[in-house]
């Protein structure tokens, strides 16, 4: 994916250098932003198995589910302490809102005249994959453009 037509980090209204306490918060960051991307990718394991194997699945795709919801969570805060540029403080934001609204497209609406909005659940999960793997691409950017100054 080419990263071309976005603006450069550096060019974000952000500080450019970090002390050692936001260095900390971005690799922490970092961190559980690969791990986010494992609990997605974890997900969409149980969900297959549920739907392939067996429905016995579906509550281990439920706990993680769950624990999801933390993680983002830790993202958000880690982020906002991290001095990263707004748009990924922005960005960040959207992930535990996007977790809490995953059940709500399939419980409520399941048994309703608007049953095919839970068809809305596979494509944020897909949202909640990439948007992640985008974070972590623009982070990396971000500390190494803060190393070189």
Request: proline share 6%; hydrophobic share 55%.
């Amino acid at each position: 994916m080419s990263t071309s037509h976005l603006p450069h980090v550096s060019d974000a209204k952000s500080p450019r250098s970090a002390g050692p306490a936001r260095r900390t918060f971005r690799r922490l960051y970092l961190g559980l932003l690969y791990l986010f991307v494992l609990q997605i990718l974890i997900q969409v394991f149980f969900a297959g198995a549920g739907i392939f194997t067996g429905g016995q699945w579906f509550m281990f795709h439920a706990i993680n589910g769950s624990l999801a919801i933390f993680t983002a969570l830790l993202l958000l805060i880690f982020c906002l302490f991290s001095g990263l540029p707004a748009l990924l403080n922005w960005l960040t934001v959207l992930l535990p809102v996007m977790v809490f609204l995953q059940p709500v497209w399939i419980y409520p609406l399941r048994h309703t005249s608007v049953a095919i909005l839970s068809a809305l659940h596979p494509i944020a999960a897909l949202i909640l994959f990439a948007l992640p793997l985008f974070l972590i691409m623009r982070t990396h950017q971000v500390i190494s453009s803060s190393h070189t100054n």
